[in-house]
C-alpha cells in the first residue's frame, strides 16, 4: 500500500517528455514574443531594410529554435542575438560581393522604388503629426549616426542600450572579451556624442 | 549627477523604444508568421545527417581553396579572387557556404566581364 503511494506520488510529480517539451515550447514563444520587435529595429538599423531585417530576424528565432531551445532560458537572449548579429555581418559580406556584380548590371532605379509605404501609413500609437514629425526626426538621425558606427561599435551600443544586455551577455552575443565590450561601448558613445550634438545630451 | 554618456543612452533608448511601440499591423504580422515557424522547428525531429552538413560544407570549402592555389593552368579551373575567397572563408563561414552555387556563378560572370574590358 504504501509502495503504491509512493509510486503515485513519484508518477504524479514527474513531468513527461511530452509535458516538458510543450513547457519548453510555450517559454521560447514567449521568450521571442517579447524580444522579436526590439531584434527587428535592431537588425533594420544595421542593415537599413525593413525586408531584409525581417527576414533575417526569423532565420535567428529558427536557428535558435533549432539549436538552442534545450538550452537554460536565460541562455537564449546573448545566444539570440548572437545568431542575429552573424546572420546581419554575413549580410553585409554578401551586399560587398553582389555590390561588385551590380556595377556590371546597373540599373535605374524607378521612381515607385523610394515610394516608402511603412513610412507613409498613420502612426499606430496615435502621436500627433508634430510630435511623429519629431520622434522621426530624432530617430531618423539616431538610427544613422548608429548605422555608421564601425560595426563593433554599432553591435555594443545597440544590444547595451537598446536590448539593455548586461556586459557579459553583450560578450557572449558578439563573441569577445567582457574588456572589448566596454571599449567598444565607450568609443560608440563618444562618436555619437559627437554627432549628434547637445540635443542628446 | 549623471554623465553626459549615460543621458545620451537613457535618449537614444527612449526613441527605440517608441520606433519599436509605433511598428505597424503588417510588420507585426510577419514577425508572428516567423515565430511561429520558429516554433514548429523544435516540434521537428532531428535529421541526423544534418548534423554533418558543416563539416561537410567546410571541407568543400578547404578543397575549393586547395584547387584555387593549384593554379588556373594547372587544372582548368577557374581562379577566384583572393577577396572573395577570404569572404568565403570567414568566422562565419557556414552560413556563407550554403550559397555556393552563387559565388560560382560570381566569378564565371567577372571573368566574362574581364573578358569584355580587355
Same mark, same amino acid.
Given at each position: ?21 510543450? *513547457? ?10 517579447? %524580444? ?10 544595421? %542593415? ?9 530576424? *526569423?532565420?535567428?528565432? @529558427? ?19 548572437? @545568431?542575429? *548579429?552573424?546572420? %546581419? !555581418?554575413?549580410?553585409?559580406? !554578401?551586399?560587398?560581393? !553582389?555590390? !561588385? %556584380?551590380?556595377?556590371?548590371? *546597373? ?9 516608402? #509605404? @511603412? ?5 499606430? @500609437? ?40 548586461? #556586459? ?20 560608440? #558613445? ?12 | ?69 593549384? $593554379?588556373?593552368? &594547372?587544372? $582548368? ?6 577577396? &572573395? ?13 550554403? &550559397? ?17 574590358? $580587355?
Amino acid at each position: 500500500m504504501a509502495t503504491d503511494s509512493l509510486n503515485f506520488a513519484v508518477s504524479c510529480t514527474a513531468k513527461p517528455t511530452g509535458a516538458r517539451t510543450l *513547457q519548453k515550447e510555450r517559454q521560447l514563444g514567449e521568450f521571442l514574443a517579447e %524580444v522579436e520587435r526590439r531584434a527587428l529595429r535592431i537588425a533594420e538599423i544595421a %542593415v537599413r531594410d525593413r525586408d531584409e531585417a525581417l527576414d533575417l530576424v *526569423q532565420d535567428a528565432m @529558427i536557428k535558435l529554435a533549432r539549436n538552442y531551445s534545450g538550452r537554460g532560458i536565460e541562455e537564449w537572449p546573448p545566444l539570440f542575438y548572437r @545568431i542575429l *548579429q552573424n546572420g %546581419v !555581418r554575413d549580410w553585409h559580406r !554578401r551586399q560587398a560581393v !553582389r555590390n !561588385r %556584380v551590380m556595377v556590371w548590371f *546597373q540599373k535605374s532605379k524607378s521612381a515607385d522604388d523610394d515610394l516608402d #509605404v @511603412i513610412a507613409a501609413a498613420p502612426d499606430p @500609437i496615435g502621436r500627433s503629426p508634430d510630435e511623429e514629425l519629431q520622434n522621426s526626426e530624432a530617430m531618423r538621425d539616431l538610427e544613422l549616426a548608429v548605422h555608421d558606427l564601425p560595426t563593433r561599435q554599432r553591435e555594443a551600443f545597440m544590444l547595451r542600450t537598446f536590448e539593455c544586455l548586461d #556586459v557579459a551577455g553583450t560578450a557572449v552575443a558578439m563573441g569577445c572579451s567582457q574588456g572589448s565590450v566596454k571599449t567598444h561601448y565607450s568609443r560608440a #558613445v563618444h562618436t555619437l556624442r559627437e554627432k549628434l550634438g547637445e540635443h542628446w545630451q | 549627477m549623471k554623465n553626459t554618456g549615460e543621458k545620451l543612452a537613457q535618449a537614444a533608448k527612449k526613441e527605440f523604444d517608441q520606433s519599436v511601440d509605433g511598428l505597424d499591423a503588417a510588420t507585426l504580422s510577419r514577425l508572428n508568421r516567423g515565430r511561429q515557424a520558429a516554433l514548429a522547428e523544435t516540434r521537428q525531429p532531428v535529421r541526423q545527417w544534418l548534423r554533418w552538413m558543416p563539416a561537410t560544407g567546410v571541407a568543400a570549402a578547404v578543397l575549393l581553396a586547395l584547387v584555387v592555389q593549384q $593554379g588556373p593552368g &594547372d587544372v $582548368g579551373v577557374i581562379a577566384a579572387p583572393a577577396a &572573395d575567397l577570404e569572404i568565403l572563408l570567414g568566422e562565419e563561414s557556414i552560413e556563407m557556404l550554403e &550559397d555556393l552555387e552563387f559565388y560560382s556563378w560570381l566569378d564565371t560572370e567577372e571573368l566574362a566581364g574581364d573578358g569584355d574590358l $580587355g
